[in-house]
Structure formats: C-alpha cells, structure tokens
C-alpha cells in the first residue's frame, strides 16, 4: 500500500515539474524534493526519470483500454484518450521537444490503434470482410490520428480537439462501414473465380 503510494506521489509531481520546465532540466534531485523523499527511495521505484515517463504513458493507455464502451464511437474514445493530454498540455509539449519524443508517439500510436481495431471490430459485426482488410482499415485510421494529433502538439495544441475530432467523424461518417462492405464483397468475387 505504501509502496503504491510513493509511487503515485513520485508520478504526481513528475508531472507537476513537467508542467514547469522541459524535460532535460528535470532532475532526479528535483522530484526527490518534491516528494519529501531521498534519491535512494526515488531509485527504489524507478531506473530513472525516463522509466516514470514510460509507465506515465503505459497507465493512460490503460485508462483508455478500460474505459473502451462499446457503446461509444471512435470518436468518443479518443476524445477520452486525449484527457490527459488537454490536463497537462505544458508536460505534453515538453515531451515533444525532447528527446523522448518517441515515447510520446508511441503511446499515441497504440491508442489509436487500440481504438480503431476495437472499433472496426463493432463494425465489422455481421460483414465478412477479410481479417486482412479488417487490420488494414484500423491501421490506416490509426496512422492518420496518430499524425494529426502530432501535428496538433507540434502547432501548439491551439485549437480544441474535441470540435477536430467530431467534425472529423461527420467527415468520415460511414466511410469504415463501406470499406468492410467493400472488402467482403472483392472476397464474394475472389470465390466466384
């Protein structure tokens, strides 16, 4: 229980300084003081700052892989996925201009695609499109939010995400549904030959 706690507490103030400063002016030192804890306790729980940030992202994808209804829309889901990222847009930015960056795409690349394969999967429901197809089409989305949301960060998270995101949805509104059809009906002409 207490070693839970200092771990939430150690993941809290990480966050909080993130929020202040880029990431390269981050210090062990400085998140030990935050915490009231000694660096040893800090090296007890993490390698080092990189391994907060890892397991920071790691537990908000599992915030969204949880909260995944299938009653929502992909659109729903991402704007739930973007939570942490419209609480902390500083953290966020200083992730992005580091050398971390990675670490941020990454975890933005796997929401994505945990959204749009669980969405393409409600879809597909009662069509027989392909499994291949099935991927393809969820890899596609994944890649096109992926990107835009970078490109959001990159422009400084201006504008609303929210407000992009649905008008997106009325943009593409039926589009996945008519892929799957499409893929099922090139397999009903592949077995007819």
Known sequence: MAQQYT?????????????????????????ASACDIN?????????????ILSEIFQTEL?????????????EESFIVATKFSLQNKTA??????SMQKEELEDYLFNVSGNIMSRYVEKVSDGISASSGDKK???SFYQCALTEMVLRW?????????????????????????LSLKRSAGLNDSNKKQ
Do not use: C
């Open 39 to 51: 660096r040893n306790t800090f090296y007890y729980y993490y390698t080092d700052i990189y391994a």
């Open 136 to 138: 393809l089409i969820a």
């Open 7 to 31: 771990k939430k507490i150690i993941r809290e103030e990480f966050i909080k300084i993130l929020n202040e400063r880029p990431l390269n002016k981050i210090t062990v030192k400085d998140i």
């Open 153 to 177: 960060i990159a422009s400084g998270m201006k504008e609303d995400p929210d407000t992009i995101i649905r008008r997106i949805g009325r943009l593409f509104d039926g589009h996945i549904a």
């Open 92 to 97: 966020i930015y200083h992730v992005y201009n």
């Open 62 to 74: 599992q915030i969204v892989i949880d909260e995944y209804n299938d009653t929502l829309s992909w």
